[in-house]
């Protein structure tokens, strides 16, 4: 255990049920909520805050949720489907087939998260991304207690995530096809345009961390995977409950603080890789 049941932290943007058709099962899934599970799984009080639909699926997602303990009592419910991805898995190795992109959540605008601004200051972080249709409210979220996180995942505009760097203070990349030059290139341009922290994953490669002073790097544990889904949220995961948590403790260098909470995070995301799903709770249909 990383985390610290003071610290509240909150994924807040998409959900989904990740539907492996080989085997007729979905489990659930989606990036903030991943962040929120494995935040929960790490000791810290942890909570969602988004959209669910009115099917089968959006009925197994918050029953996993109830049954983890993660609060969802914020979120809303609307006639529709749920988030829904399609996917399958070879040599371990997760392959996605096709999304509906959010379901019924792309027409809910998520403004309502500021319905209850007691609520949203209560947390340590806030964790959201590039499919959680959250772009055009991080200005709003700089400027509460929180600090924020954004996964800007594979799928970015360079222009437009560079863009919203003065919103976030950590930003996390996957940039497994990307060079080791273009990478740092970009990392260091994250952190100019005001990012405190930029992450780049790369597959198999070593992670690369910027803090606008230091590089750091990390290799990923050496693991025969079971299942590679959720391994990129559950490192951003450890690492921000590590680095956040540790930066109470006045007495633990920055360096030393950031290549801990490196470790931590790959050995985090190496044990997710031993689940089916992102996390596990698999239903059969």
């Known amino acids: 255990m990383m985390g610290d049941r003071e610290m509240k932290v909150i994924g807040i943007g998409d959900n989904v049920v990740d539907d492996y058709i080989h085997i007729r099962t979905m489990f659930p899934g989606g990036n903030a909520l991943n962040f929120s599970v494995y935040a929960s799984m790490l000791d810290c009080d942890s909570a969602y805050l988004g959209v669910f639909g009115s099917d089968d699926s959006a009925k197994h ?71 959680g249709y959250m772009d055009s409210y991080l200005a709003q979220l700089q400027h509460l207690n929180p600090l924020v996180s954004y996964d800007f995942s594979e799928d970015f505009d360079n222009e437009h995530a560079l863009s919203m760097c003065k919103y976030i203070d950590f930003g996390f990349f996957s940039c497994a096809e990307w060079t080791e030059e273009a990478t740092m290139e970009l990392l260091e341009k994250a952190v100019n345009r005001g990012c405190t922290i930029a992450v780049a994953t790369r597959g198999p490669h070593e992670v690369i961390l910027y803090d606008g002073l230091s590089w750091f790097r990390q290799a990923p544990r050496a693991v025969k995977p079971l299942d ?18 540790g930066k109470n403790n006045t007495n633990v260098r920055q360096a030393s603080l950031i290549e801990s909470s490196l470790g931590k995070a790959a050995s985090f995301a190496a044990e997710i890789c031993q689940l089916h799903g992102a996390f596990g709770y698999g239903l059969h249909y």
């Open 61 to 131: 997602v918050q029953q996993t949720l109830a049954e983890i303990g993660v609060d969802t009592s914020h979120c809303r419910s609307v006639d529709g489907p749920n988030g829904r991805a399609i996917l399958t898995i070879k040599d371990g190795e997760r392959v996605f087939i096709s999304s509906n992109e959010g379901g019924i959540s792309k027409s809910v605008p998520m403004e309502f998260i500021f319905d209850d601004l007691d609520y949203l200051q209560s947390f340590s972080i806030v964790h959201t991304g590039t499919y």
């Open 228 to 245: 590679t889904l959720g391994a990129g949220d559950a490192f951003i995961s450890g690492f921000l409950i590590s680095y956040v948590g």
